[in-house]
């Protein structure tokens, strides 16, 4: 398999860690989009789970991509967020950042907002589309899907973004490490 043809290794890390959080929710539909695409291969990323271990760096490190399920709490993004991002740093380094954002009436976006030059320092690459669900609990049914079509065209445009600067990062990356001019 040629480095172009290699999966994509997806993180989709859920950033919110309080009880009663809707973010498994949002994360599964989103990983769920991200798993019908073959050129993906997802690592569900809980920070409920994973804690602020080795294990969170690790599977950032191994990443090519990485997609932030993040609430808006106080018109930012979580704590513990912020702290898992904190004891991570070299392993965010140019690797394409995507963010599925839910809240109230901002949907999240100010969470993203403050994301971004978190993730800028990091040497990540924050990309400019965004999936946003405003009052999140009313816009998911039953079953855990979005009721609203748009929400899937935005995540088709989210991964297609993801896609193209996953591959173009990993291929610099691999050229900058062997030597080879980027």
Known sequence: MTESADPIRLAVVTGSVRDGRFGPVVAAWFAAHAR????????DVD?????LDAG???RIGAADAVVIVTPEYNHSFPGPLKTALDASGGEWRDKPVGFVAYGGLSGGLRAVE????????LHAVGLRDTVSFHGAAAAFD???RPREEVADAAAT???DALAWW????RRARIEHATGSPA
């Open 47 to 51: 920070l409920i789970e994973t804690g």
């Open 56 to 58: 969170f760096a690790e």
């Open 142 to 144: 039953a079953t855990g």
């Open 114 to 121: 403050h994301l971004r030059p978190v993730l800028a320092e």
């Open 157 to 159: 445009v989210l991964l």
């Open 166 to 169: 996953a591959r173009t990062l």
């Open 36 to 43: 019908r695409r073959p050129e993906f291969s997802v690592d």
